[in-house]
């Protein structure tokens, strides 16, 4: 059973414009949640992270928040550009550096 | 760069035969991981390490086994390969303030 879904295989926004991907998931022992970006035929690469304590975390273009009582958690970029096109997991675990669960991702593509 | 390499990077195999995947890196971390990526599943976990010789099962374990004799080295084998195994496969460290994974570059492995 999947314990944490992405629902929107895809997403196709215009360049300067705000992409909103969207994750839930199903156990509410889970309290550490990552967002991976993964480009054709590379490994996925790290881009923000939150904890349970948060409902929201900044890193430049990207915010993630979240939200515990709907046990959803959203990735915001501002502003998109073509080089944000990739495929976006996210992640969940109960404290770190036990077992990661993943979602089945979303490919967005921004369009120039 | 977190020095993760994995070897081979593409494999044709038969099915019953047996399979090692390699998985190196030079920083020596604590955490290692193997996932398998496929179509509609995302990233799942098979088996994760948290230290020399000490190894446990992720969600989708079975058919797999896994050694980690050396803190760099973390070796993935398929003892009977068969065609559901197919998939492209990752080796991840755990490191980083944000508890982050960082991935190797995949081994896409075709049993025919």
């Known amino acids: 059973d999947q314990q944490v879904k992405q629902n929107s295989p895809s997403l196709s926004v215009q360049e300067g414009r705000i992409s909103i991907l969207n994750c839930d998931y199903t156990?509410?022992?889970?309290?550490?949640f990552l967002w991976y970006k993964k480009y054709p035929a590379e490994g996925p690469t790290f881009l923000i992270s939150?904890?349970?304590?948060?409902d929201k975390n900044e890193d430049g273009r990207f915010t993630v928040f979240l939200n515990k009582s709907a046990k959803h958690l959203s990735l915001h970029i501002v502003p998109s550009q073509p080089g944000d096109s990739a495929v976006y997991f996210c992640a969940a675990s109960v404290g770190t550096g036990n077992q990661f669960y993943f979602g089945t991702g979303t490919s967005l593509t921004v369009i120039p | 760069d977190a020095g993760i390499t994995q070897s081979p990077r593409h494999k044709v195999t038969e099915t019953g035969t047996p399979v090692t995947l390699r998985c190196h890196q030079t920083e020596n971390h604590r955490y290692m991981y193997w996932y398998r990526q496929d179509p509609g599943h995302g990233l799942r976990l098979i088996h994760y390490?948290?230290?020399?010789?000490?190894?446990d099962k992720g969600e989708v374990s079975d058919g797999y086994s896994v050694s980690r004799s050396k803190t760099e080295d973390f070796l993935l084998t398929l003892e009977s390969a068969t065609s559901s195994q197919t998939s492209v496969y990752f080796c991840a460290i755990l490191q980083g303030l944000a508890y982050e994974q960082y991935f190797g570059p995949g081994t896409r492995l075709t049993v025919t």
């Open positions: 156990n509410s022992m889970f309290d550490y």
């Open positions: 390490s948290y230290g020399v010789k000490d190894t």
């Open positions: 939150i904890s349970s304590i948060k």
